[in-house]
Structures are given as structure tokens and as C-alpha cells.
């Protein structure tokens, strides 16, 4: 069965940290891209970082640039987002995706419609 489990999120005050663990029950995992998306109360969901499936590239979204880290762990099927200096704006749902490799890099990691697999997501709060 496919399966993408989230985990890490929770509350925390603005200015601290926190990492938020996908773990992947995929067939071949290296053969996916991961993507990490939030939906912020009464938005809509939209893309905040994503890794190729070898882990080669990145992508990270504008909002988040030099604050949010994605990475893998291709031995442990895990995709890992590291935030870092939150701010009450990041207060979202966070959602982990699979999407099959070669649909293209950069700003097509954006779209949602790519991805074939979405987790259950994690709240995360930010406290000012």
C-alpha cells in the first residue's frame, strides 16, 4: 500500500524551530520527487519546498527562502522539512507529496496536480 505519514508538527513560538518527518511507503522511493505544501486557515493549499528524487535539486518556495530546509533520506523512505525563524504566518496545515519523477523541476514543482500521493497532514502553530 502507498502511504505518506507526517509527523513533527505542533506549537512553537515565533523566532524557534521545528522538523517535520514524512515517512514514505512508496515502491521505489528514489523514483519519486517529494513535496512539502501548507494550507494556511481560509487559503488555499500551495507549494513551500520540494526535492528530487535523488535528492540533486531543491526547490523553496519565496516565502520561505533562507528559513525552511528540505531534505531525504533515500536509506529510510523519509523526506524532512527543517523550519527554522517561524513566524505566526507559517501557521498552516503542512501536507507531504510523492510525485513520479520527470514532470519537470523549478516552478513545476508547484503544481498540485502532479503529485499522486498526499499524507494527512500536520498542524503547525506559530505563537507571537
Known amino acids: 500500500q502507498v502511504q505518506l505519514v507526517e509527523s513533527g508538527g505542533g506549537l512553537v513560538q515565533a523566532g524557534g524551530s521545528l522538523r517535520l518527518s514524512c515517512a514514505a511507503s512508496?515502491?521505489?522511493?528514489?523514483?519519486?520527487?517529494m513535496g512539502w505544501f501548507r494550507q494556511p486557515p481560509g487559503k488555499e493549499r500551495y507549494i513551500v519546498a520540494a526535492?528530487?528524487?535523488?535528492?540533486?535539486?531543491?526547490y523553496v518556495a519565496d516565502s520561505v527562502r533562507g528559513r525552511f530546509t528540505i531534505s531525504r533520506d533515500n536509506a529510510k523512505n523519509m523526506v524532512y522539512l527543517q523550519m527554522n525563524s517561524l513566524k505566526p504566518e507559517d501557521t498552516a496545515v503542512y501536507y507531504c507529496?510523492?510525485?513520479?519523477?520527470?514532470?519537470?523541476?523549478?516552478?513545476?514543482?508547484?503544481?498540485?496536480?502532479?503529485?499522486?500521493?498526499w499524507g494527512q497532514g500536520t498542524q503547525v502553530t506559530v505563537s507571537s
Open positions: 512508496l515502491g521505489a522511493f528514489t523514483y519519486y520527487d
Open positions: 507529496a510523492a510525485r513520479r519523477t520527470g514532470k519537470g523541476g523549478s516552478y513545476f514543482y508547484a503544481l498540485k496536480l502532479d503529485y499522486d500521493f
Open positions: 526535492i528530487s528524487g535523488s535528492g540533486g535539486s531543491t
